[in-house]
Nanobody, 121 residues
Framework: QVQLVESGGGSVQPGGSLRLSCAVS???????MGWFRQAPGKDREFVAG???????TRYADSEGRFTVSRDNVQNTVSLEMNRLTPEDTAVYYC????????????????WGQGAQVTVSS
């Protein structure tokens, strides 16, 4: 049974940091991982992605505030988020794609339940 379980969400003040983790189990083969987020009333949007080996990453944010990483021994994927702003407030999801990193959420095969991130003073 495929499972993705996010953890590490919470509330933080503007300028603060959070680290999200995604525990993965039940996958039969190699997979690319993505992080997405969805704010109220908005579409789900790509945040970051990482290839199966971890050698390559892709980000939506051009300011270098987010870092995605993975541990294929522990079967976890993480998203380190720094210099957070209220605009980063959303439910964050990890997702798995038995193919390649893409910004299209419809291409991902499996999803976690989501973790709320709230940035507020």
């Amino acid at each position: 049974q495929v499972q993705l379980v996010e953890s590490g969400g919470g509330s933080v003040q503007p300028g603060g940091s959070l680290r999200l983790s995604c525990a993965v189990s039940g996958f039969p083969d190699y997979y690319a991982m993505g992080w997405f987020r969805q704010a109220p009333g908005k579409d789900r949007e790509f945040v970051a992605g990482i290839t199966p080996s971890g050698a390559n990453t892709r980000y939506a944010d051009s300011e270098g505030r987010f870092t995605v990483s993975r541990d294929n021994v522990q079967n976890t994927v993480s998203l380190e988020m720094n210099r957070l702003t209220p605009e980063d407030t959303a439910v964050y999801y990890c997702a798995a794609n038995l193919g390649f990193v893409t910004t299209n959420p419809q291409a991902y095969d499996y999803w976690g339940q989501g973790a709320q991130v709230t940035v507020s003073s």
